[in-house]
């Protein structure tokens, strides 16, 4: 099998063997610690590691198995290192990223209960002048760079080699986005989106024809997700602590914004209006739990709306189905299939009020279009 190769098919998860890794667990405002943790892997290959819930491949090499429990982060790697220890570095890559993925595919098939589509995580994606991390779906053009044949049609990760050094408290460490939780997580929001809100109309489309372009309120959704898995809503604040909290590359989920920041238009970086939709249900989330309730319970409610809205359009004509991807855009749509899930609680009632009233706060209400809710949030 070579990295190139499609998916695996997924295997029941009796067959899955436990094995030890080195992966990074991140604090708010300062840099990750390597720790150990375990690992359940189908099989193992020169270039691949097989999960149950994703293949991820590296052109350069997999370590053996049993040397992933030993791997060190190295700094990161970089250009500035002897070539032994960028070889470190990207062996730990592997065991990080394939940690971070099994822990937020499982914390995701938990809520909604069933799992979803295998996903490829490809690292050194792009060759060694790449640095970024993004989510590719097979296309007939790319925004950026170019896609190699044979991208997965259930949706890709791609990470890079990184582009720059950040400072830590022992000096400076390589910021390789298969180091980094956060980007690992982000990415992984897409294949979450894809296969439930599927807010783009992919599955209706062409399956070597889908389109790579994102929404504000997926771009927002997936930083909420990091957020969730990181335990901190400075999901950034590692790589990107030198920017100010209120910087828009930040993205910080615990700063006071609101639709008045919300810029709208196909030429507004996604990122930055999703960050308004993000701080809203980080926001919404602290309200849901000061009611008692478990955090997860709101995750839940929260992916099983994403999943209600994919499937709404499932038995809808072309046209009907191009409406309500117009709608699925409003961050009110999403709120409202949202508070409907949450009504579903068993719980204290007050859990569904404290959460509207958490997104009022932000200038976010059931039954208005971003644009009404943006020029409202600014009189």
């Not at 090499?61 to 250009?79: D, K, N």
């Not at 960028?86 to 971070?100: D, E, F, I, M, T």
């Not at 099983?304 to 409003?330: K, T, V």
Request: proline share 7%; net charge neutral.
């Amino acid at each position: 099998m070579s990295a190139t190769v499609a998916p695996l098919p997924r295997r029941p998860a009796n067959g899955v063997g436990s094995v030890r890794v080195r992966a990074h667990l991140p604090r708010p405002g300062v840099e990750a610690e390597p720790v150990d943790c375990t690992l359940f892997v189908l099989e193992a290959g020169d270039t691949f590691l097989a999960l149950p819930e994703a293949v991820v491949t590296d052109p350069r090499g997999v370590p053996p198995l049993e040397s992933l429990a030993f791997t060190e982060p190295a700094g990161g790697g970089g250009p500035l290192v002897p070539a032994d220890e960028r070889r470190k570095a990207q062996a730990y890559a592997v065991g990080n990223a394939a940690w971070h993925v099994q822990r937020g595919l499982r914390y995701v098939t938990s809520l909604l209960e069933h799992p979803l589509p295998i996903l490829t995580v490809r690292l050194n994606a792009h060759g060694p002048d790449w640095g970024g991390g993004h989510y590719r779906l097979p296309a007939r053009q790319y925004t950026d760079l170019p896609e190699q044949p044979g991208v997965a049609a259930t949706g890709e990760v791609h990470l890079g080699t990184g582009r720059r050094y950040v400072g830590t408290r022992d000096g400076r460490y390589f910021a390789a986005p298969s180091h980094n939780a956060a980007i690992i997580y982000h990415e992984l929001g897409h294949h979450v989106c894809r296969h439930t809100a599927d807010f783009r109309g992919n599955r209706h489309r062409n399956q070597a024809a889908q389109t790579n372009l994102r929404t504000g309120i997926e771009e927002g959704t997936c930083d909420y997700l990091a957020a969730v898995l990181l335990g901190t809503p400075d999901i950034y604040g590692w790589h990107r602590g030198d920017r100010s909290v209120a910087a828009p590359r930040r993205r910080r989920l615990d700063t006071p914004l609101t639709m008045a920041g919300f810029r709208g238009g196909r030429d507004v970086d996604p990122h930055s209006d999703g960050t308004v939709w993000a701080t809203a249900l980080w926001s919404a989330r602290f309200a849901w739990q000061e009611q008692g309730l478990a955090e997860h319970a709101f995750d839940s409610a929260l992916l099983r709306a994403l999943m209600h809205l994919g499937e709404e359009s499932l038995s809808q004509d072309a046209a009907e189905r191009e409406h309500m991807l117009r709608r699925r855009r409003y961050f009110s749509a999403v709120l409202a299939a949202l508070l409907e899930q949450a009504q579903r609680h068993p719980g204290d009632p007050s859990g569904v009020s404290a959460v509207e009233a958490a997104f009022a706060a932000r200038g976010i209400v059931v039954g208005h279009s971003n644009a009404a809710l943006r020029d409202a949030a600014r009189r």
